[in-house]
């Protein structure tokens, strides 16, 4: 079965760091661009991240340039997401999103289920 | 940074009826438009890609159109798994931006 599962989230300080991890199976991480999207509480989606299938070319949202860091393991078929210096307004379920052949161009047609970080003091 | 406009933001509407929820990108994006459909609690599911073309499951009741800086998703006839979220996202360019949403409500 082709899925993604993502790991990592919890509550942290205001400042503080997490890393997020999305392991992919059924299918080659290596064949697709990968993104993460973001939805605070109640609130809509919000593209935070994306990265090419080598891991040449990253991409952020500027609300997380800087703090940010999206990478890939191609060889564990895993992908990253590296958090540093949280904000309360990062608080938000954070979905990794298969994309297509590059990181803009393509459709998400696989999303994990999800995990929530929260930031609060 | 492409910004994606859509309405209306909430829609109530009975079984049966006919919807449509508009999109308009802030620049031309031609044809990289898809649409997700979202329930509370669950992850986003693809609905049409390429702006018409619907993805392999998704009910036939679901149809795209658009091109350039407008597009729309119209529901033929409204069932009741329908009543979601829906977004419309450009694939035009990174950052992939979506719309904000549209609520659509059992009336």
């Known amino acids: 079965e082709v899925q993604l599962l993502e790991s990592g989230g919890g509550l942290v300080q205001p400042g503080g760091s997490l890393r997020l991890s999305c392991a992919a199976s059924?299918?080659?991480?290596?064949?697709?661009?990968m993104t993460w999207v973001r939805q605070a509480p109640g609130k809509g989606l919000g593209w935070v991240s994306g990265?090419?299938?080598?891991?040449?070319?990253?991409f952020y949202a500027d609300s997380v340039k800087g703090r940010f860091t999206i990478s890939r393991d191609n060889s564990k078929n895993t992908l990253y997401l590296q958090m540093n210096s949280l904000r309360a307004e990062d608080t938000a379920v954070f979905y990794c999103?298969?994309?297509?052949?590059?990181?803009?161009?393509?459709?998400?047609?696989?999303w994990g289920q999800g995990t929530m970080v929260t930031v609060s003091s | 940074d492409i910004q994606m406009t859509q309405s209306p933001s909430s829609l109530s509407a009975s079984v049966g009826d006919r919807v449509t929820i508009t999109c308009r990108a802030s620049?031309?994006?031609?044809?990289?438009l898809n649409w997700y459909q979202q329930k509370p609690g669950k992850a986003p599911k693809v609905l049409i890609y390429?702006?018409?073309s619907l993805k392999s499951g998704v009910p036939s009741r679901f149809t795209g159109s658009g091109s350039g800086t407008d597009f729309t998703l119209t529901i033929s006839s409204l069932q009741p798994e329908d009543f979601a979220t829906y977004y419309c996202?450009?694939?035009?360019?990174?950052?992939?931006?979506f719309g904000q949403g549209t609520k659509l409500e059992i009336k």
């Open positions: 390429a702006a018409s």
């Open positions: 996202q450009q694939t035009y360019s990174a950052p992939c931006s």
């Open positions: 620049q031309t994006i031609s044809s990289y």
């Open positions: 990265i090419s299938r080598s891991g040449d070319d990253t």
């Open positions: 059924g299918f080659s991480l290596s064949d697709y661009a």
């Open positions: 999103a298969r994309g297509g052949l590059t990181v803009a161009r393509g459709a998400f047609d696989i």
